[in-house]
């Protein structure tokens, strides 16, 4: 990997490479861009299969951070961090307070969270070591599980898309196909069902299926056949790069929303949707609820004001929608086009419309 050229070309600012030798920790800190404030993204734990393989989850991640922020309307930069490591045995007090005086020697140009891998319980420990963290227990300033405020950021982007899609706003009698009822799936099945819509379910563990079912009536398919349901929305709720060659031929939907993070297999499958007439929601622009939840925290910033943010998930998804049909694009490019605008006005000059997959 030519590691200059890349952060050239995405216009990283920094990169921290990280390792003590007592503790053993080995860790990446990507530094995207601090135009809108300082980088604030999670911190993964992950045994990757190289260390390159690493650096490059760091980057990816870390670019999209910068993008999620800037379109949720946060002033915070994009950055992340990726600990190798083995989640199961490597997660000790000193390695992460380890990594906590490594993000403390940034000086706040990176704030850090839980992410993949690593919980409350590990942020915590960093918080021992720097200020610049958040994702924290109520103990020591945070104000817990992001999933909750995920799952209204994806309702409310979803009541959006059914209303350009469908011409109406109420989810009375949709149907609505959820794949992965984790933390996020859970929460947005109850707003779902609350609002009156009808459920399809799939999980691959039984026992969220059978909650599902009973909680919320909801119907449920295997894994697989939930590409080919016949419904109003497809919510991918579990794994990113869903949406590819092999399954949007077979989706029989009008609307994609969910909170999974880069469901787009590659970048030409948002054209793919839009030839096929689904409305794709973007995934990072539906899915800020958590970040903005966690860039509330930081900031302390009351919870009803965090619940009105999140809310206005809406007319984002609206402004992104204006901007596809106006400018002839498909809505993930609109997505792109948002932040890169917002980051050129930040940086006083215009922004190079370029799509932000790719890493
Ligand atoms: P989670 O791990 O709690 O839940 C994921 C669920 O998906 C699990 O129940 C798992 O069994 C299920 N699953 C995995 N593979 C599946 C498959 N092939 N078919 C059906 N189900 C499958 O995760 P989460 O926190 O609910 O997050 C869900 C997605 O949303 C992830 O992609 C995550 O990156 C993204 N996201 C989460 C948050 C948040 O606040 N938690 C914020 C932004 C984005």
Same mark, same amino acid.
């Given at each position: 990997m030519e590691l200059f050229t890349e952060m050239t070309r995405w216009g990283f600012e920094q990169v921290v490479f990280c390792h003590d030798a007592s503790t053993g920790l080995r860790a990446v800190i990507a /530094?995207?861009? &601090?135009?809108?404030g300082p980088a604030l993204g999670g911190c993964r734990m992950w045994m990757y299969p190289s260390e390159e393989a690493a650096v490059r989850d760091a980057l990816r991640l870390a670019r999209g951070m910068t993008y999620k922020a800037a379109v949720a309307g946060l002033n915070f930069g994009g950055g992340k961090a990726v600990i190798l490591g083995d989640p199961r045995t490597d997660r000790t007090e000193e390695r992460f307070r380890a990594f906590g005086r490594f993000v403390q020697a940034l000086g706040g140009r990176y704030i850090t969270a839980e992410d993949v891998g690593t919980t409350v319980r590990e942020m915590d420990w960093v918080r021992l070591e720097t200020p610049? /963290?958040?994702? &924290?227990?109520p103990d020591r300033g945070g104000a817990g599980d992001p999933s909750p405020m995920t799952a209204l950021g994806v309702f409310q982007g979803m009541r959006a898309a059914v209303r350009e899609a469908?011409?109406?706003?109420?989810?009375?009698g949709m149907t609505v196909a959820v794949q992965g009822l984790g933390s996020v799936g859970r929460h947005l099945c109850e707003l779902l069902h609350g609002a009156g819509a009808h459920l399809v379910v799939t999980d691959l563990r039984e026992e969220a299926v059978e909650e599902a079912v009973r909680r919320f009536r909801a119907r449920r398919v295997e894994a697989e056949a939930v590409f080919d349901i016949p419904c109003d929305v497809f919510a991918?709720?579990?794994?990113?790069?869903?949406?590819?060659d092999r399954t949007i031929p077979r989706l029989k939907c009008r609307v994609v929303a969910g909170s999974?993070?880069?469901?787009?297999?590659?970048?030409r499958h948002g054209f793919i949707l839009r030839e096929r007439g689904i409305l794709y929601a973007p995934d990072y622009v539906v899915n800020a609820g958590g970040l903005i939840h966690v860039a509330a925290q930081y900031k302390g910033e009351p919870p009803e004001r965090v619940r009105a943010r999140v809310e206005g998930i809406y007319e984002t998804v609206e402004r992104v929608f204006a901007l596809a049909k106006s400018a002839g694009i498909p809505t993930h490019r609109a997505a792109d086009r948002i932040a890169e605008e917002r980051l050129a006005e930040g940086r006083g000059r215009t922004a190079p419309h370029g799509p932000a997959v790719g890493l």
């Open positions: /530094v995207h861009d &601090t135009t809108l610049f /963290v958040t994702g &924290t227990s469908f011409g109406e706003e109420s989810l009375v991918p709720c579990a794994l990113g790069g869903v949406l590819d999974a993070n880069n469901q787009l297999a590659e970048d």
